[in-house]
């Protein structure tokens, strides 16, 4: 099993950026498929950004695509989002999450495919 816990969420004029971390305790990290996402009030919660064990291949939402880069660093059990150019529609609640699936897009992007959650970090985009 993994723990995780993000940081880095806060208030933010819209055009900045914010970076976003998340730390995991427990099994092997490296074994982990990482994702983020992230849950607007009054709305589903929706797919953001997700990264290989390796941290090689990327697979990210179309509405973030260009702006978010998500990465990790293994020796350190951390996964990183750097959001760029934020837009008011950014704003939710960021979500961690781990799983042991293939990194294929027909699962990545289903919160179903994550046993694993941190507790969410608050991020505002004022316009």
């Known amino acids: 099993q993994v723990q995780l816990v993000e940081s880095g969420g806060g208030l933010m004029q819209a055009g900045g950026s914010l970076r976003l971390s998340c730390a995991a305790s427990g099994r092997t990290f490296n074994a982990y498929v990482m994702g983020w996402f992230r849950q607007a009030p009054g709305k589903e919660r929706e797919f953001v950004a997700a990264i290989s064990r390796s941290g090689g291949p990327r697979y990210y939402a179309d509405s973030v695509k260009g702006r978010f880069t998500i990465s990790r660093d293994n020796a350190k059990n951390t996964v990183d989002l750097l959001m760029n150019s934020l837009r008011p529609e950014d704003t939710a609640v960021y979500y961690c999450?781990?799983?042991?699936?293939?990194?294929?897009?027909?699962?990545?992007?289903?919160?179903?495919?994550?046993?694993?959650w941190g507790q969410g970090t608050q991020v505002t985009v004022s316009s």
């Open positions: 999450a781990a799983s042991l699936v293939a990194f294929s897009s027909a699962v990545l992007d289903k919160g179903s495919s994550y046993p694993y």
